[in-house]
């Protein structure tokens, strides 16, 4: 590589975030943005034929997950540094960046200053969190103490049915059963998770990993 400044890729489903991003790292001498890309395909496609020091990988994108996108990264490349940028604080997804590969984690309100300083530190081969994401990273959630929830069979499948965004009167209708049952089957979820409503139960399972 001719130009030794450090090569970067962009990938977010947002272009005004990437265009945002490369102003940013773009007032550093030591970056140079080769790539940016709104779909993961892209993206991959390019790394295929172009070394990228790091990655920028957001989460959400239209074609593929970021979580999956990064495992296909670092198979590729497993050289090039991988920087997770999300809007994402659940710890689960956190660590799911990280076993699949990530170098580091920042939030997309990231400033200037903590941005070029996240580039620094991976390129050295060092792992970079911004402050938020160290103080979720140490503080485990109430599973990871107590213990996952045991579910029974019809219990796994109705909350599948819940994430999806059925209704109560569906899921009686496609499982053949009475609305009181799954009411009953409702109640039961969020007695064993301890939540109180469909938001905090969706998110519970999900921290779990059952969805």
């Known amino acids: 590589m001719s130009d030794r400044r450090i090569s970067?890729?962009?990938i977010d489903d947002h272009s005004i975030v990437v265009e945002g991003l490369k102003s940013l790292l773009n007032t550093s001498d030591m970056v140079n943005v080769i790539g940016e890309f709104t779909t993961g395909s892209e993206a991959l496609h390019f790394l295929e034929d172009v070394y990228a020091d790091i990655v920028f990988l957001d989460i959400?994108?239209?074609d593929i997950n970021g979580i999956d996108l990064c495992r296909k990264i670092r198979t590729l490349l497993p050289d090039t540094k991988i920087l997770a940028l999300s809007n994402h604080t659940e710890r689960n997804i956190i660590l799911q960046m990280l076993n699949n590969g990530?170098?580091?984690y920042v939030l997309k309100n990231v400033s200037?200053?903590?941005l070029l300083k996240a580039v620094e530190v991976v390129r050295k081969g060092e792992?970079?969190?911004?402050?938020?994401i160290n103080e979720i990273i140490a503080k485990p959630n109430r599973f990871?103490?107590?213990g996952i929830?045991?579910?029974t069979k019809r219990e796994k499948q109705i909350l599948v049915m819940i994430a999806k965004g059925e209704t109560t009167q569906s899921i009686a209708s496609s499982l053949n059963v009475s609305p009181l049952t799954i009411e009953t089957h409702r109640r039961n979820l969020h007695f064993k998770f301890k939540v109180k409503n469909v938001a905090e139960l969706i998110m519970a399972a999900n921290q779990?990993?059952?969805l």
């Open 112 to 114: 200037r200053e903590e």
């Open 149 to 151: 929830p045991r579910l």
């Open 60 to 62: 959400n994108l239209p």
């Open 8 to 10: 970067i890729v962009l």
């Open 127 to 132: 792992i970079y969190f911004s402050s938020e």
């Open 144 to 146: 990871e103490l107590y």
């Open 102 to 104: 990530a170098n580091g």
């Open 208 to 210: 779990c990993q059952l």
